[in-house]
Structure formats: structure tokens, C-alpha cells
């Protein structure tokens, strides 16, 4: 375990924070560019959004927390002035979906994933550093949650709201999705930074809501019958559960699983155990010969997404290594290993840093998608490598 350690803190530092310092710093109007595409070209212009900035700062300030290097607490720090100066909606509460490349509002709408994410930052934050204003920040925004995007009805969070908190016809977080009230996505990255939120700011009402997300999971999300979790639904909770992402599945599996051993209660293991084991199996269903993941199935039109993604990929590294450390599954330590070389040698890039989109089964590259951008942040991977640095094994 020790040399796997250190090729991903090498990683993590040489080829993953180095990129993102050096290359997606914004020196003419603050914060970090919004995008570089597949061919490693700078778009000055491109629109910054609240995702890719949440999770700048998520990985800066992990990488502060754990490694101690100014430089990381420097680029956490630049990330943080940037959202709380210009994300922030300082009239409405919440955080704008997207601003231009000066730093103005763009979309104003607020996507509960979005605003999930800057909690998920701003948490970490507070976490590596203690500063009060962050956390004080990270704390509102989660009161903006649960009073306008939680369902007192049905239970769950709706997926988004005009800026003034009003419905909105159009839901989606991309183009790929389906237009569902709510999803399994938006609800897994909003346990996400409640947890790491409860870390710092252990409330109850935060222990609350956190319960509350966990029966969505275990009563609404996570199908009985397939083990997968399903994807979009309605406000009353009725989907057509016609897509098995093995991405999210075995991403579920450790992050569920992380809420429980920081809840503490032994009363939420014994329930979530038997799940995140059931749900591992199912997005095994989406593993390969070379411990590589593909990306998803399509139960209804027989289509398979056979791209190897470089999210899953740290997802099926992560939840295997917690299959190894939680739950005494000796070969999930394998798949973890084996992924990780399938990574170093094909979604890696050696020579301009960072990773690449995707390969294909043939192990073509996607250039065609960005190296870094809305969706294509230092998340996955920094974490992916954080985890394993950081995991007693």
C-alpha cells in the first residue's frame, strides 16, 4: 500500500494541483479560468461556473489539510475570496449557476447541486484552516437549502429554482440529463456536504437532515429489486428507473458509507452495510478484465456507454478500497489497484498534466471534451488520491 500511496500523492501533486495552479489561475480578473479544452487551449472567455469553482476550492483545501503546503492554502484561499465575492447572491441567499469571465452574473438560477458543492468547499475550508467566515457562509447557504429547495411534502430536495426561489419549468443540470424534480445525483451531492458540513459544525438539525437524506436513499433511490440506484423522478417520486449508472453506484457506496462513520451511530451501519455491499455488486456489473468501469446502461433501449470515464474511474478506485478497509472484501483491493494502473496509462497525461475526458474501448483519447471546465474539475481525482493517502489500511 505504500508504494500506491505514493504514486498518488505524486500524482495528486505533480500532475493534477501543479495544472491547475500553473495553467487555470486567472491573473487577469481573478479566480480561475472556466475552461481548457481537450487540446490543452485556454478559453479566457468562457463562462466560470459554481460547480467547477466549489470544487476548486473542495480540493485545494483538502490538499491544504492533509499536505500543509502554503501553496495549497494560497490557491484554497484565492479560490474561497473569488465565491464569497462574486458567487455569493447577496440578495436571495443561494449561489448564482454561472458568471462571466469578469465575474458578473451569467445564470442566475440556483441548482441545489450547485449550491451543494460550495457548501462542500467551503466546509473543507473551514476544516483545513478554521476561519469562521467560510464556515458561517457554508452554514447559510445550508439554511438557503433546506428552506427553499426541501420537500416538506414528499421529502428530498428539488433539483432548481429561479433566482428568487421560484419554481422553473427547466430542472437539468446538463443537456444529458433527464428533466426530473428530482435526482439521485443532486441528492448524493447533497449528503456529501452535509457530512463534511457535520464535520465542522456538528448541529442538530444539520444530524437531521442528514437522517432525512439517508431514508431518500434507502427508501426512494436505491432499487430493491436491481440493487442499482435510479436516477430521476418526479416531485412524488415516480421514475421510469430506466438507466444504471455504475459510476454513481459505486460512488454512493463509500460516500454513503463516510456519513455513517461520521454520524457514529451503530444503528446506521447495521442498516447501510448490507446496501453499500448490494450496490457495489450491481455496479460491478459495469467492471472490466482491467479493472476499469464503464459508464452506463440503458435498460429500456439495450444501449451501453462503454467510455471510460475519469470520474467512474476514481469512484471505482475509492469504493473498492472502502470494500477493502470496511468490509473485508480482499479482491476489491485488486480492482482498486487495477483501475489505478488503467488510469496512469491511459486517462493521464504525462506531459501537459491533468487527465483527459475519456478512452474509448479501443483506448482511443476524447479530446473532444475539456481537460478542464464546468464539469471537468480537480474533484474526482485530487480526492481519489486523497483518499488513498489518507486511508489506514
Known sequence: ?????????????????????????????????????????????????????????????????????????????????????????????????????????????????????????????????????????????????????????????????????????????????????????????????????????????????????????????????????DLFFDNEWHGRRNIESYGHDIEATWLLWETALVLGEDDVKTKLGPIVVDLAKAADEGLQPDGSMIYEHWKDTGKTDRQRQWWVLCENVIGHANLYQYFHDTPALKVAKDCWTFIDKHLVDHVNGEWHWAVDDNGKINLEDDKAGFWKCPYHNSRMCLEIIERQF
Not at 491547475?20 to 481548457?36: A, L, M, P, Q, S
Request: glycine letters at 6%; one cysteine or more.
Open 1 to 229: 500500500m505504500e508504494t500506491l500511496k505514493k504514486e498518488m500523492k505524486q500524482c495528486l501533486e505533480d500532475n493534477i494541483l501543479r495544472y491547475w495552479i500553473d495553467k487555470v489561475t486567472d491573473n487577469e480578473h481573478g479566480g480561475y479560468y472556466g475552461r481548457i479544452d481537450g487540446h490543452d487551449q485556454v478559453h479566457p472567455e468562457a463562462e466560470k461556473g459554481a460547480i467547477l469553482n466549489g470544487r476548486i476550492l473542495w480540493a485545494f483545501s483538502a490538499a491544504y489539510r492533509v499536505l500543509k503546503k502554503q501553496e495549497y492554502f494560497d490557491a484554497a484561499t484565492r479560490a474561497k475570496d473569488y465565491i464569497l465575492d462574486h458567487f455569493i447572491d447577496k440578495e436571495y441567499g443561494g449561489v448564482y449557476w454561472s458568471l462571466d469571465c469578469e465575474g458578473k452574473p451569467l445564470d442566475t438560477k440556483k441548482q441545489t447541486y450547485a449550491i451543494g458543492f460550495v457548501i462542500y468547499g467551503l466546509s473543507e475550508y473551514a476544516r483545513a484552516t478554521g476561519d469562521k467566515s467560510s464556515l458561517d457562509a457554508a452554514i447559510k447557504l445550508y439554511h438557503d437549502i433546506e428552506a427553499h429547495a426541501f420537500d416538506e411534502v414528499y421529502g428530498g430536495y428539488v433539483e432548481a429554482l429561479t433566482r428568487e426561489w421560484n419554481p422553473i419549468a427547466d430542472m437539468r443540470l446538463s443537456d444529458k440529463d433527464e428533466n426530473g424534480a428530482k435526482t439521485m445525483n443532486t441528492h448524493l451531492h447533497v449528503i456529501e456536504p452535509y457530512t463534511n458540513l457535520y464535520r465542522v459544525w456538528p448541529s442538530k438539525e444539520l444530524r437531521e437532515s442528514i437522517h432525512r437524506l439517508l431514508d431518500v436513499f434507502t427508501d426512494k433511490l436505491y432499487n430493491k429489486e436491481t440493487h442499482h440506484l
